[in-house]
């Protein structure tokens, strides 16, 4: 009795959600072009980072290695784009990582990640609106800044911040307008401030290869020192020592500094992931989707790289500051007047990302009501603009509470934790879809429509039972079949969760142990063990489906994605790790209290006249996989379409 309640239990936590791979049936309004994307994507990823972060990497991590730094970082980001980039060429539908978990893993882990999002996007609006305020603010002289400080100071530190943020919330109103006013709106938005910004880092980086010297990609620490013995030039009233230097050169740091910086600066590039939100607002979104993430985070790159190469060619490292590094350097060259570029810069970059930040949160709120895993109301569609109405004004009402009263500095860190979860589950969805068996695709297909039938011996060979599909060691490593098998699935699902377990513990023991004598005897074993089943995910057959855009190296790149993401997870403190339990003990509450009971599967699964819409030898198929596993590419004619 025990036992069936509790498998009871497990299967409505795992159930899948029921999709089909239509991408014209759509109650958004399909009006986003490729174009459109890839400004939406650069625009989120090109924040205001691009204007600090550099300098404050170079001087204290990699020096002018920082260029180094980027490319391990794009490197990275690159491998979770790719697994975006295949889930938006199976599927165009909204709901980025949250709906790829769903029709994957099951609905626990699709509301876990989609509950993590929606706080990733909060946190992530409100802290860049305070930002954009702060930035005018000293654009003004500080007025803002010192009237509220007078008039409306909140004294409770820790808890609320010195003062409320007026201009924060009229901003994030400004926008949420703007958003319900129309997507084709925004984009256009959007689009003007991208190109403004792409602009004046093109200014930058020529103007820092212009200005530049290689000479400070070669510093000794002796000239250094000597150079700097009699001068107090942005040293903060720090004592320079060789400690603080380095070793000189292009490299000061080491390794070591270069993987430090690149950890620090993978974060530069989270935000392409807005773009899989889309799925029902894109004209041809298999080819735009897997397009628009590629192409933005090379453009990102290519940012990111000139703009380091041109700051730490203007000035020595060890001189930058950690702040202001592009207004310093400038002065530093004997041009102050591109002082204002950057901050006309820096406000467009501010402004782009917080779009991106905001763009992406209601869609998640609308496609989590809409499937009944948040309340109803939120799934409310606006007739006329035919954005999600309810979802955008709710998000920004509470992104605007919080810009308004709180301190964001200590909750910025959960917004890595939702993200680099997110690109985990999506990264193991990958893996675990591309091994699965097809056939019963192949049969819905064949009966749904004749033309686009296969051959029927090729049909009927997958169907039927295969008498060398058991369990033995041949099988396992040199499997007998081409086609994937319900045994090889079977074995990848199985190996994808052991992958994902010694991961965790690896990440762990490598953060904790360090270098320790049992960290790494825990390391070697665990590293084995995960060889072995990769070993064995590789040898299974993959699916031979054809798509618009595939993750190459399967099953090596998701597998390097999760690890990265995984061991970036374990590197935040406990404090972080603290507030990401109390905020996911408030979405359990959610859940358990009504999203289990409401969810659109648990109502199909209850209804009485619920039949499925076709079944092979009296089994329902797995349609919601299906539109993933077997969805074909469009036409040639929609792919043209698209530009």
Request: aromatic share 10%; proline share 5%.
């Amino acid at each position: 009795m025990i036992l069936a309640t509790l498998k009871a239990i497990g299967k409505q936590l795992l159930r899948v959600k029921v999709v089909d791979g239509n991408a014209e049936d759509s109650r958004l309004s399909r009006c986003l072009n490729t174009f459109d994307l890839v400004a939406l994507g650069v625009g989120s990823t090109l924040g205001a980072g691009v204007y600090v972060l550099a300098g404050a990497v170079a001087r204290d991590s990699a020096g002018p290695a920082i260029v180094l730094s980027f490319l391990i970082a794009a490197f990275a980001s690159v491998l979770a784009g790719l697994c975006y980039a295949e889930f938006g060429a199976r599927v165009p539908k909204t709901g980025s990582a949250y709906l790829y978990s769903y029709v994957t893993v099951g609905e626990l882990w699709a509301f876990i990640t989609g509950w993590n999002l929606i706080l990733s996007y909060v946190i992530g609006t409100s802290s860049v609106a305070r930002a954009w305020s702060a930035t005018f603010d000293e654009l003004i002289g500080g007025h803002i800044e010192v009237f509220c400080k007078r008039y409306m100071t909140m004294s409770a530190p820790g808890i609320l911040a010195e003062y409320p943020d007026m201009f924060a919330v009229l901003i994030i109103i400004s926008l949420t307008g703007l958003l319900v006013f129309g997507v084709k709106e925004s984009a256009w938005v959007n689009k003007v401030f991208t190109c403004i910004n792409v602009l004046v880092l093109l200014f930058m980086i020529i103007s820092g290869l212009v200005k530049g010297n290689l000479k400070n990609w070669n510093l000794k620490p002796e000239e250094i020192l000597n150079a700097t013995s009699n001068s107090s030039l942005n040293m903060s009233g720090a004592t320079l020592s060789k400690e603080r230097i380095g070793e000189g050169g292009f490299m000061p740091f080491g390794i070591s500094g270069v993987l430090s910086g690149a950890a620090t600066c993978f974060y530069a590039f989270i935000g392409f992931d807005c773009i899989a939100t889309t799925g029902e607002e894109v004209k041809n979104p298999q080819r735009a989707i897997p397009i628009g993430i590629v192409a933005s985070l090379l453009i990102c790159l290519v940012a990111y790289f000139g703009v380091s190469a041109a700051l730490t060619l203007m000035m020595p490292y060890y001189l930058l500051d950690k702040n202001s590094p592009l207004p310093v350097a400038f002065k530093h060259v004997g041009w102050e007047e591109a002082t204002y570029a950057v901050a006309v810069g820096s406000l467009c970059a501010l402004s782009t990302s917080l779009l991106g930040s905001m763009f992406p949160m209601p869609r998640v709120i609308w496609a989590m009501a809409e499937d009944g895993l948040l309340f109803k109301c939120l799934a409310k569609i606006s007739p006329r603009t035919k954005t999600p109405l309810t979802a955008t004004v709710t998000s920004g009402a509470v992104a605007a509470l919080m810009a308004f009263l709180f301190d964001l500095k200590d909750l910025v860190d959960l917004m890595s934790i939702g993200t680099l979860l997110a690109y985990s589950l999506v990264a193991a969805c990958v893996l675990v879809l591309r091994y699965q068996p097809e056939q019963p695709s192949v049969a819905y297909e064949m009966a749904k429509t004749q033309d686009e039938a296969e051959p029927d011996n090729e049909g009927t060979i997958n169907i039927l039972p295969q008498p060398d599909d058991r369990f033995t060691i041949r099988n396992l490593l040199w499997p007998s079949n081409t086609e994937p098998s319900p045994l090889s699935g079977f074995l990848v699902n199985i190996c994808t969760s052991v992958i994902g377990v010694l991961v965790c513990v690896f990440s762990v023991v490598a953060v904790q142990g360090r270098l320790a004598v049992w960290s790494v005897t825990v390391l070697c074993i665990v590293g084995a063990a995960g060889l072995i089943a990769t070993f064995i995910v590789w040898r299974q057959p993959q699916s031979k489906t054809k798509l618009a855009f595939k993750v190459p190296l399967l099953p090596f790149v998701p597998i390097i994605s999760m690890f990265i993401n995984i061991y970036l997870m374990m590197q935040l403190d406990k404090g972080t790790w603290l507030r990401f339990a109390i905020w996911m003990a408030l979405g359990f509450f959610i859940y358990f209290g009504y999203g289990i009971r409401n969810s659109t599967e648990a109502a199909l699964s209850r209804s009485d006249t619920y039949t499925p819409a076709c079944t092979i030898k009296g089994e329902p198929m797995a349609k919601e996989r299906e539109a993933f596993l077997h969805h074909k590419q469009t036409s040639t004619a929609d792919n043209e379409e698209d530009l």
